[in-house]
């Protein structure tokens, strides 16, 4: 009789029984929101490589028109030629604009893509977050070259021999704009387009990472 209590209070049924995680199914759920963090951060690194943005200024005197070219670090393509047509309306030489983000573009880069590697790779899922900084460079950018644009075309010189003649103004910083009697034509290069994808990707890691039940 005791026997037979005993049996029955000890025996669970398999319904009942506790079943704990597997380590290989905590490891897969990890492995793709790491994959994308590690892919986003050299997405960035290799963005700088490329151009972020165009701009072609259409002028009369110039029938292909003159062509600009930002990347993180430097300005390439007619930037002589724009800043002689620029002066006479007053407006700053290019490349006063946006110079300390130019001189320290390469070193806050290669922190970011650090940053984006240690969130991928370090055990705390809590340092996902480290990832930040890559998923708001794409509006970081725009906002300063918006800024740019915009303190360019408004701060004239009052001085200069055309100054009269023109308004403020804000530059487009996408597509068609009209500068007094020239237009510019923008758009953004294949760098920008990489550090959306650089982004996007860091941003699913990161939450992938804050969802998944084992760091």
Do not use: C
């Not at 972020?52 to 990347?71: D, S």
């Not at 490349?95 to 991928?120: N, S, T």
């Not at 920008?192 to 990472?209: D, H, K, Q």
């Amino acid at each position: 009789m005791s026997a037979t209590l005993t049996n029955h209070t000890t025996t669970r049924g398999p319904d009942t029984a506790p079943v704990a995680a597997s380590p290989r199914a905590a490891t897969r759920r990890l492995a793709w929101p790491r994959l994308a963090l590690a892919v986003g951060s050299v997405l960035l690194a290799v963005s700088n490589l490329f151009e972020y943005w165009h701009l072609t200024l259409n002028a009369p005197q110039y029938p292909g028109g003159l062509k600009v070219t930002l990347f993180t670090h430097k300005l390439e393509g007619d930037v002589r030629e724009v800043d002689g047509l620029n002066h006479y309306i007053g407006m700053m030489p290019l490349g006063d604009a946006a110079g300390f983000e130019r001189d320290i573009a390469m070193v806050a880069m290669a922190v970011f893509v650090v940053l984006g590697l240690l969130a991928a790779f370090l055990a705390a899922k809590k340092v996902a977050w480290l990832a930040l900084p890559i998923i708001v460079f794409p509006l970081a950018f725009i906002v300063d070259l918006y800024f740019w644009l915009y303190k360019a075309g408004h701060d004239l010189d009052p001085t200069a021999a055309l100054s009269s003649s023109i308004k403020p103004f804000t530059p487009a910083i996408l597509g068609r704009g009209e500068v007094g009697q020239f237009s510019t034509d923008a758009i953004f290069g294949l760098g920008f387009w990489l550090v959306v994808a650089a982004a996007l990707l860091a941003l699913a890691g990161l939450i992938g990472r804050l969802r998944a039940r084992a760091a």
